[in-house]
Protein backbone atom coordinates (compact mmCIF):
# COMPACT_ATOMS: atom_id res chain seq x y z
CA UNK A 1 0.00 0.00 0.00
CA UNK A 2 1.64 2.99 -1.22
CA UNK A 3 1.16 5.48 2.23
CA UNK A 4 0.46 8.82 0.88
CA UNK A 5 -2.01 8.01 -1.92
CA UNK A 6 -4.05 5.63 1.00
CA UNK A 7 -4.39 8.10 3.28
CA UNK A 8 -5.57 10.96 1.01
CA UNK A 9 -7.96 8.46 -0.52
CA UNK A 10 -9.42 7.26 2.97
CA UNK A 11 -9.39 10.33 4.27
CA UNK A 12 -9.50 8.91 7.97
CA UNK A 13 -6.48 8.41 10.28
CA UNK A 14 -7.99 6.55 13.62
CA UNK A 15 -5.84 7.53 16.53
CA UNK A 16 -4.50 5.14 19.17
CA UNK A 17 -3.27 6.66 22.09
CA UNK A 18 -2.47 5.50 25.66
CA UNK A 19 -4.19 2.23 25.04
CA UNK A 20 -2.72 -1.01 26.85
CA UNK A 21 0.33 -2.72 24.51
CA UNK A 22 -1.77 -5.64 24.69
CA UNK A 23 -5.14 -4.53 23.40
CA UNK A 24 -3.82 -2.23 20.41
CA UNK A 25 -3.85 -5.30 17.96
CA UNK A 26 -7.10 -6.53 18.32
CA UNK A 27 -8.31 -2.66 18.34
CA UNK A 28 -5.95 -2.37 15.16
CA UNK A 29 -8.32 -5.62 13.65
CA UNK A 30 -11.32 -3.69 14.96
CA UNK A 31 -10.89 -0.74 12.83
CA UNK A 32 -9.69 -2.42 10.11
CA UNK A 33 -12.71 -4.78 9.99
CA UNK A 34 -14.87 -1.46 10.01
CA UNK A 35 -12.85 -0.30 6.69
CA UNK A 36 -10.21 2.07 8.44
CA UNK A 37 -6.73 1.40 6.68
CA UNK A 38 -4.82 4.52 8.24
CA UNK A 39 -4.07 3.92 12.08
CA UNK A 40 -1.63 6.42 13.64
CA UNK A 41 -0.36 4.67 17.13
CA UNK A 42 1.05 8.11 19.51
CA UNK A 43 4.41 7.73 20.89
CA UNK A 44 3.09 8.93 24.33
CA UNK A 45 1.75 5.43 24.24
CA UNK A 46 3.26 2.50 26.31
CA UNK A 47 5.54 1.10 24.61
CA UNK A 48 4.76 2.65 21.52
CA UNK A 49 7.56 1.24 19.47
CA UNK A 50 7.04 -2.62 20.13
CA UNK A 51 3.13 -1.26 19.36
CA UNK A 52 4.07 -0.06 15.93
CA UNK A 53 6.45 -3.32 14.94
CA UNK A 54 3.82 -5.77 16.14
CA UNK A 55 0.72 -3.86 14.68
CA UNK A 56 2.55 -3.10 11.32
CA UNK A 57 4.11 -7.17 10.97
CA UNK A 58 0.70 -8.24 11.50
CA UNK A 59 -1.19 -5.99 9.53
CA UNK A 60 1.05 -3.97 7.32
CA UNK A 61 -0.11 -5.33 3.94
CA UNK A 62 -3.53 -4.12 4.74
CA UNK A 63 -3.67 -0.77 6.76
CA UNK A 64 -0.95 1.92 6.81
CA UNK A 65 0.78 2.33 10.10
CA UNK A 66 1.95 5.46 11.51
CA UNK A 67 3.30 7.08 14.57
CA UNK A 68 2.07 10.19 16.13
CA UNK A 69 2.84 12.76 18.81
CA UNK A 70 5.97 12.54 17.23
CA UNK A 71 8.27 15.45 18.87
CA UNK A 72 11.75 15.25 16.96
CA UNK A 73 14.36 13.20 14.72
CA UNK A 74 15.26 10.96 16.74
CA UNK A 75 11.96 9.63 17.75
CA UNK A 76 10.96 9.53 14.28
CA UNK A 77 13.81 7.61 13.38
CA UNK A 78 12.84 4.84 15.94
CA UNK A 79 9.35 5.25 14.86
CA UNK A 80 10.39 4.55 11.28
CA UNK A 81 12.60 1.48 11.85
CA UNK A 82 10.12 0.24 13.99
CA UNK A 83 7.50 -0.06 10.48
CA UNK A 84 6.44 3.17 10.86
CA UNK A 85 5.01 4.55 7.12
CA UNK A 86 4.26 8.25 8.32
CA UNK A 87 4.83 10.58 11.17
CA UNK A 88 2.68 12.92 12.46
CA UNK A 89 3.56 15.60 14.56
CA UNK A 90 1.70 18.19 16.88
CA UNK A 91 3.81 20.61 16.11
CA UNK A 92 5.80 22.14 13.00
CA UNK A 93 9.80 20.63 13.58
CA UNK A 94 11.73 21.40 10.44
CA UNK A 95 14.47 18.70 11.48
CA UNK A 96 11.62 15.93 11.96
CA UNK A 97 10.24 16.66 8.61
CA UNK A 98 13.64 16.41 6.98
CA UNK A 99 14.87 13.43 9.01
CA UNK A 100 11.13 11.77 7.48
CA UNK A 101 11.77 12.67 4.09
CA UNK A 102 14.91 11.43 3.73
CA UNK A 103 13.70 7.72 5.01
CA UNK A 104 10.92 8.20 2.15
CA UNK A 105 8.23 8.27 4.86
CA UNK A 106 4.96 10.81 4.51
CA UNK A 107 5.60 13.84 6.87
CA UNK A 108 2.44 15.46 8.68
CA UNK A 109 3.30 18.29 10.70
CA UNK A 110 1.15 20.47 12.42
CA UNK A 111 0.51 24.00 11.78
CA UNK A 112 -2.49 26.35 12.62
CA UNK A 113 -1.87 30.03 11.18
CA UNK A 114 -1.80 30.58 7.27
CA UNK A 115 1.75 31.36 8.04
CA UNK A 116 2.50 28.07 9.65
CA UNK A 117 0.67 25.63 7.40
CA UNK A 118 2.89 26.90 4.24
CA UNK A 119 5.69 27.25 6.37
CA UNK A 120 5.70 23.46 7.24
CA UNK A 121 4.42 22.54 3.59
CA UNK A 122 7.50 24.43 2.18
CA UNK A 123 9.63 22.42 4.61
CA UNK A 124 8.61 19.40 3.25
CA UNK A 125 5.41 18.33 4.83
CA UNK A 126 3.14 16.10 2.41
CA UNK A 127 -0.24 16.75 4.61
CA UNK A 128 -0.43 19.81 7.05
CA UNK A 129 -2.27 18.49 10.20
CA UNK A 130 -4.76 21.48 11.30
CA UNK A 131 -4.55 20.99 15.23
CA UNK A 132 -6.30 21.79 17.08
CA UNK A 133 -9.13 22.07 14.73
CA UNK A 134 -12.04 22.20 17.76
CA UNK A 135 -10.67 25.80 18.33
CA UNK A 136 -12.16 26.92 14.96
CA UNK A 137 -14.29 24.43 13.46
CA UNK A 138 -15.18 23.52 9.49
CA UNK A 139 -15.56 26.79 8.36
CA UNK A 140 -11.82 27.87 9.26
CA UNK A 141 -10.48 25.03 6.99
CA UNK A 142 -12.83 26.47 4.49
CA UNK A 143 -11.25 29.57 4.66
CA UNK A 144 -8.05 27.97 4.73
CA UNK A 145 -8.56 26.36 1.52
CA UNK A 146 -9.76 29.24 -0.54
CA UNK A 147 -5.98 30.94 -0.50
CA UNK A 148 -3.68 27.69 0.13
CA UNK A 149 -5.88 25.30 -2.24
CA UNK A 150 -2.48 23.28 -2.87
CA UNK A 151 -2.04 22.00 0.46
CA UNK A 152 -3.58 19.08 1.88
CA UNK A 153 -5.20 19.76 5.21
CA UNK A 154 -6.08 17.19 8.05
CA UNK A 155 -8.15 18.90 10.78
CA UNK A 156 -7.64 16.76 14.22
CA UNK A 157 -9.18 17.23 17.19
CA UNK A 158 -13.23 17.24 18.59
CA UNK A 159 -14.26 15.92 14.84
CA UNK A 160 -17.10 13.03 15.40
CA UNK A 161 -20.03 11.74 13.61
CA UNK A 162 -21.95 14.97 13.90
CA UNK A 163 -19.18 17.26 12.40
CA UNK A 164 -16.99 15.07 10.23
CA UNK A 165 -18.66 15.61 6.93
CA UNK A 166 -18.62 19.00 7.04
CA UNK A 167 -14.93 19.55 7.37
CA UNK A 168 -14.77 16.88 4.22
CA UNK A 169 -16.73 19.32 2.44
CA UNK A 170 -15.25 22.31 3.40
CA UNK A 171 -12.26 21.01 1.49
CA UNK A 172 -10.07 18.73 4.06
CA UNK A 173 -7.93 16.43 2.70
CA UNK A 174 -9.15 14.12 6.17
CA UNK A 175 -9.12 14.13 9.10
CA UNK A 176 -7.60 12.84 12.35
CA UNK A 177 -10.16 10.76 14.70
CA UNK A 178 -8.93 10.55 18.52
CA UNK A 179 -11.51 9.50 21.64
CA UNK A 180 -14.08 9.99 19.20
CA UNK A 181 -12.97 6.62 17.58
CA UNK A 182 -11.43 4.59 20.09
CA UNK A 183 -11.82 4.94 23.81
CA UNK A 184 -8.94 3.95 25.59
CA UNK A 185 -10.16 3.98 28.79
CA UNK A 186 -12.61 1.26 27.72
CA UNK A 187 -12.16 -2.48 28.46
CA UNK A 188 -11.62 -4.47 25.75
CA UNK A 189 -14.58 -7.18 25.80
CA UNK A 190 -15.65 -8.53 22.34
CA UNK A 191 -18.85 -6.76 22.85
CA UNK A 192 -16.80 -3.48 22.79
CA UNK A 193 -14.52 -4.80 19.78
CA UNK A 194 -17.62 -5.22 17.95
CA UNK A 195 -19.18 -1.68 18.40
CA UNK A 196 -15.94 -0.30 17.64
CA UNK A 197 -16.08 -2.12 14.29
CA UNK A 198 -19.45 -0.36 14.06
CA UNK A 199 -18.52 2.87 14.94
CA UNK A 200 -15.42 2.90 12.42
CA UNK A 201 -17.91 1.48 9.34
CA UNK A 202 -20.14 4.71 10.59
CA UNK A 203 -17.32 7.38 10.22
CA UNK A 204 -16.34 5.19 6.51
CA UNK A 205 -19.54 5.86 5.48
CA UNK A 206 -20.19 9.50 6.61
CA UNK A 207 -16.48 10.58 4.33
CA UNK A 208 -18.48 8.62 1.32
CA UNK A 209 -21.55 10.57 1.34
CA UNK A 210 -19.63 13.95 2.08
CA UNK A 211 -18.19 13.36 -1.20
CA UNK A 212 -21.28 11.94 -3.33
Not at 5 to 10: A, D, G, K, V, W
Amino acid sequence: MEPLSTILENKIIAIIRGSKPKDVLSIAKALKDGGIKVLEITMNSPKALTVIEEVSSELGDEIVVGAGTVLDPESARAALLSGAKFILSPTTDIETIRLTKRYGAVSIPAALTPTEILNAYENGGDIIKVFPASALGPAYIKDLHGPLPQIPLLPTGGIDLNNISHYINAGAAGVGLGSSLVNANQVMTEDYLHKLTEKAKQFVEAVKHAQD
